[in-house]
T-cell receptor, first 114, second 112 residues
Framework: GENVEQHPSTLSVQEGDSAVIKCTYS??????FPWYKQELGKGPQLIID?????GEKKDQRIAVTLNKTAKHFSLHITETQPEDSAVYFC?????????????FGSGTRLSIRP | DTAVSQTPKYLVTQMGNDKSIKCEQN?????MYWYKQDSKKFLKIMFS???????INETVPNRFSPKSPDKAHLNLHINSLELGDSAVYFC???????????FGSGTQLSVL
């Protein structure tokens, strides 16, 4: 989606295992990388974000890593639970601050198998 | 209290009709947005307003006209609806442009 590439499009993992979703971006000026979770029938909700001055951020079972040189960032979910099943979106800003817009990846549908 | 609320949640209408979707945020944010989510879940920005001023206007047909009467409201009016307009439309807000987005629960538009 407009220079934010996200993989995989679908992911199925056994409950308790880890899940990893990867994104790449093209705008080297991007400095803010959020991840959103969208549950069925709801709007996306921010679950974690990272700024370009750090390489990793963790919040309980969720972590995000950033490689600015390679323009990659990833979402890691450990000890997955049924309620982690949802569509996950990475995003990155594009454009100058006066007209910056958040561009979303194409989404990953995560399914947790019991 | 819902932070970003949009109405209606569902909208079913005939081709050629004109319809509006309303959005309100009570977060005191400066910036509001409209996003369109298609059947493949792809989220694409349509418009962004900052303090009632249009700052982002993506390649959207001019049948779509946003209106922001004040900082807390951003409505979307669609003229001459087409089949391809069927999608889920999300309103969102953020404190400043390009920062954390707070989304509404979406309006599922079905054009028959």
């Amino acid at each position: 989606g407009e220079n934010v590439e996200q993989h995989p499009s679908t992911l199925s993992v056994q409950e308790g295992d880890s899940a990893v979703i990867k994104c790449t971006y093209s705008d080297s000026a991007s400095n803010y990388f959020p991840w959103y979770k969208q549950e069925l029938g709801k709007g996306p909700q921010l679950i974690i974000d990272i700024r370009s001055n750090v390489g990793e951020k963790k919040d309980q079972r969720i972590a995000v890593t950033l490689n600015k040189t390679a323009k990659h960032f990833s979402l890691h979910i450990t000890e997955t639970q049924p309620e982690d099943s949802a569509v996950y979106f990475c995003a990155a800003p594009r454009g100058y601050s006066s007209a910056s817009k958040i561009i979303f990846g194409s989404g990953t549908r995560l399914s947790i198998r019991p | 209290d819902t932070a970003v609320s949009q109405t209606p949640k569902y909208l079913v209408t005939q081709m050629g009709n004109d319809k509006s979707i309303k959005c309100e945020q009570n977060l005191g944010h400066d910036t509001m947005y409209w996003y369109k989510q298609d059947s493949k879940k792809f989220l694409k920005i349509m418009f962004s307003y900052n303090n009632k001023e249009l700052i982002i206007n993506e390649t959207v047909p001019n049948r779509f006209s946003p209106k922001s009467p004040d900082k807390a409201h951003l409505n979307l009016h669609i003229n001459s609806l087409e089949l391809g307009d069927s999608a889920v439309y999300f309103c969102a807000s953020s404190q400043h442009l390009g920062e954390k987005l707070f989304f509404g629960s979406g309006t599922q538009l079905s054009v028959l």
